[in-house]
């Protein structure tokens, strides 16, 4: 079975861009996470789409947004790109009922 | 909130030597808890997870980690490092929403020849 795939791999912006990152879960798992990696601050919860629901939400600005399809492929979206926003994006999905997830290689996003 | 501590932001090993990883938590109520391995540009890779049941959870290759909730601790072992251990690991707990976890800031493991 294939695993979670992220897309694209390596992103380069510009500040005040926008960009749009894309999360294909396991196939049969309708529960996607969103991640974002930095040096600084680690591995941090975005948010979390169920049935193109979102169940929950970290403590992100409202520049970070993300939304799941009928076939639970999710997008995120950050608007207005600052230099803060760098990192790696990990997109993880499981599914209904379990407690382990399973995460994408990433999406590494360079703001200049 | 729920807070994931991971002692020491490096550890060095020489090969052939345990290895230990410490984490512990903060709770009132018991968490799911997992480990993770991230190599160099890559996701993260689940090594082994406790959720109810045994405490002492066995993982691949060749790790484990004891859920002892006294201590509120869920340190991880490996008896014998190999070279192909290098990497970056991290200690995870989530409660009810699974799809939600809280991480530590990791422990970069450096092993010696």
């Known amino acids: 079975k294939a695993g979670v795939t992220q897309t694209p791999r390596y992103l380069i912006k510009t500040r005040g861009q926008q960009v749009t990152l894309s999360c294909s879960p396991i196939?049969?798992?309708?529960?996607v996470s969103w991640y974002q990696q930095t040096p600084g601050q680690g591995l941090q919860f975005l948010f979390e789409?169920?049935?193109?629901?979102?169940?929950n939400k970290g403590n992100f600005p409202g520049r970070f947004s993300g939304r799941q399809f009928s076939n639970s492929r999710s997008e995120m979206n950050v608007s207005t790109l600052e230099l803060g926003d760098s990192a790696l994006y990990l997109c993880?999905?499981?599914?209904?009922?379990?407690?382990?997830?399973?995460f994408g290689p990433g999406t590494r996003l360079t703001v200049l | 909130a729920q807070s994931v501590t991971q002692l020491g932001s490096h550890v060095s090993v020489s090969e052939g030597a345990l290895v230990l990883l410490r984490c512990n938590y903060s709770?009132?109520?018991?968490?799911?808890l997992f480990w993770y391995v991230q190599y160099p540009n890559q996701g993260l890779q689940l090594l082994l997870k406790?959720?109810?049941?045994?405490?002492l959870v066995k993982g691949i290759n060749g790790f484990e980690a004891e859920f002892k909730k006294s201590e509120t601790s869920f340190h991880l072992t490996k008896p014998s490092a190999h070279m192909s251990d290098a990497a970056e690991y991290f200690c995870?707990?989530?409660?009810?929403?699974?799809?939600?976890?809280?991480f530590g800031d990791g422990t970069t493991l450096t092993v010696k020849p």
């Open positions: 709770s009132s109520v018991p968490p799911y």
């Open positions: 789409y169920f049935s193109e629901t979102q169940r």
């Open positions: 406790y959720t109810t049941g045994a405490t």
């Open positions: 995870a707990v989530s409660y009810t929403n699974a799809g939600k976890s809280t």
């Open positions: 196939s049969g798992h309708r529960s």
């Open positions: 993880a999905s499981r599914l209904k009922g379990e407690d382990t997830q399973y």
